[in-house]
């Protein structure tokens, strides 16, 4: 019998821990520091052991004591070097969904010197856009054709029927991820030509979009798309753009509250302070009670204007005070977001991603458009969508990995056929479908 541990019991560990119970030649570990969460995530299955362990401090001890087959890293990208650094000294193979960067690239030699496989970027951005997209590249250059541009777009929201606050936006991943991507630094080729967005003014260039059938969204620029002409291989395009949807309204919001330094981290005495009082104090007032009037003034607006009207709903002009007596702009986005944009048990979110790569052929002179799209809800009182996309996939690379499915050893993307071919074919056996389309024009 294999053994997997997996590392931490966040909001996507339940999923893929059912995937693997369903194994029955596995045994589970998993580790966490809260007890209610290992409780909710492992269930009292009777392959599945759990670990109460804080993993900043004790993950070395874990991995050396449970001996794993296979390690599944869920905890937040922090903690990324050290449990490679443990894999690597374990001789332990490797799962995680999070971004690569060069350090973890980097190990490819070593890791292949000691026989085991890092599968990294794996989840649903990064994941299944990167087996979505390689899938269709492949069969483009395996029939002769060129790229001429690639477009993919992925979002995390509420579901329609869910979307019940003037933000049109709730929290189904950690709340400091989503405060971090604010300021994010964005770069796009467009028809050869660079374009360069640092600190978060991909904001202000944000495009609408029509997803059949569920109607219109904003798509926004996320981080660095240039580097993923080499990664797929696609040097001959002339156009990349990799970006997030959301509801319309969330861009102007964001460049509103990147105006007022929202997002930083730099610290502050909030000692004696209001919410309305924090605000009042960013719009470079000393009254409180001109805080209203000290936005508008700040950023141009009326009372009106629908970036007043959100703010104030999330609670900048209460006069509660701020519970903590230190701290950054950032801590108390972070604590107004986690109070107020909540789904509840029964909402389900949605999950939209789209790839589009524009090809053309040489020996037909047809220019094709291939679409790939997957929308997927959450379950109602169950796994919310993000949670089973982000959390199914390195379930089922762990598997294939440990069945031999996977064979390659040293630091692996989800753009090999070896790996994009079997996950996607057992993602929709899982009811994760991407609908694949090509039109001419």
């Known amino acids: 019998m294999k053994h997997v541990l997996v590392l931490g019991a966040g909001r996507v560990a339940r999923p893929c821990v059912a995937y693997l119970q369903k194994q029955e030649w596995i045994k589970i570990t998993v580790a966490d520091a809260i007890p209610e969460n290992l409780e909710r995530v492992a269930g009292?299955?009777?392959?599945?052991?759990?670990?109460?362990?804080?993993?900043?401090?004790?993950?070395?001890?874990?991995?050396?004591?449970?001996?794993?087959?296979?390690?599944?890293?869920?905890?937040?990208?922090?903690?990324?070097?050290?449990?490679?650094?443990?894999?690597?000294?374990?001789?332990?193979?490797?799962?995680?969904?999070?971004?690569?960067?060069?350090?973890?690239?980097?190990?490819?030699?070593?890791?292949?010197?000691?026989?085991?496989?890092?599968?990294?970027?794996?989840?649903?951005?990064?994941?299944?856009?990167?087996?979505?997209?390689?899938?269709?590249?492949?069969?483009?250059?395996?029939?002769?054709?060129?790229?001429?541009?690639f477009t993919s777009t992925c979002g995390a929201i509420p579901s329609a029927e869910a979307n019940t606050n003037p933000w049109g936006y709730k929290l189904s991943w950690a709340p400091?991820?989503?405060?971090?991507?604010?300021?994010?630094?964005?770069?796009?080729?467009?028809?050869?030509?660079?374009?360069?967005?640092?600190?978060?003014?991909?904001?202000?260039?944000?495009?609408?979009e029509e997803v059949d059938p569920l109607g219109w969204y904003e798509v926004y620029a996320n981080a660095d798309s240039t580097p993923y002409l080499k990664t797929y291989g696609i040097p001959e395009a002339t156009s990349i753009f990799r970006g997030t949807i959301r509801y319309p309204g969330w861009c102007e919001t964001i460049v509103a509250m990147n105006k007022l330094g929202l997002f930083l981290e730099t610290p502050e005495d909030f000692?004696?302070?209001?919410?309305?009082?924090?605000?009042?104090?960013?719009?470079?007032?000393?009254?409180?009670?001109?805080?209203?009037?000290?936005?508008?003034?700040?950023?141009?607006?009326?009372?009106?204007?629908?970036?007043f009207l959100r703010l104030k709903w999330l609670g900048f002009f209460e006069d509660r005070p701020i519970p903590f007596a230190s701290g950054s702009s950032r801590d108390i986005i972070r604590l107004l977001y986690t109070e107020k944009l909540v789904f509840l048990p029964q909402e389900r979110d949605l999950v939209i991603l789209k790839d589009e790569v524009v090809a053309s052929y040489a020996a037909t002179g047809k220019r094709l458009r291939h679409t790939s799209m997957l929308i997927d809800f959450g379950i109602p009182g169950g796994d919310s969508s993000v949670a089973r996309t982000t959390g199914i996939p390195p379930a089922i690379a762990a598997r294939f990995i440990l069945e031999g499915v996977i064979k390659s050893k040293g630091v692996l993307l989800p753009t090999m056929a070896e790996v994009y071919n079997p996950v996607l074919a057992e993602l929709e056996k899982e009811g994760i479908r991407l609908v694949e389309s090509a039109s001419e024009f």
């Open 44 to 149: 009292s299955h009777p392959r599945t052991t759990t670990l109460v362990r804080d993993l900043g401090k004790h993950a070395a001890e874990v991995i050396a004591s449970v001996k794993p087959d296979l390690v599944i890293n869920l905890l937040p990208p922090a903690f990324k070097a050290q449990i490679l650094d443990q894999c690597l000294k374990a001789g332990t193979s490797l799962v995680h969904p999070s971004y690569s960067d060069a350090a973890s690239m980097g190990l490819d030699a070593q890791v292949k010197a000691a026989g085991i496989t890092f599968l990294y970027e794996l989840g649903l951005d990064p994941g299944i856009d990167h087996m979505s997209a390689a899938r269709t590249i492949n069969q483009v250059h395996g029939d002769g054709g060129q790229v001429e541009s």
């Open 176 to 208: 400091d991820s989503l405060i971090g991507a604010s300021l994010r630094h964005a770069r796009i080729l467009v028809n050869g030509e660079i374009k360069d967005w640092p600190d978060g003014q991909t904001f202000q260039h944000v495009d609408l």
């Open 271 to 307: 000692g004696g302070l209001s919410f309305r009082g924090f605000l009042a104090r960013k719009c470079g007032s000393a009254d409180p009670a001109r805080a209203e009037a000290a936005l508008c003034a700040r950023l141009g607006i009326e009372t009106s204007s629908a970036v």
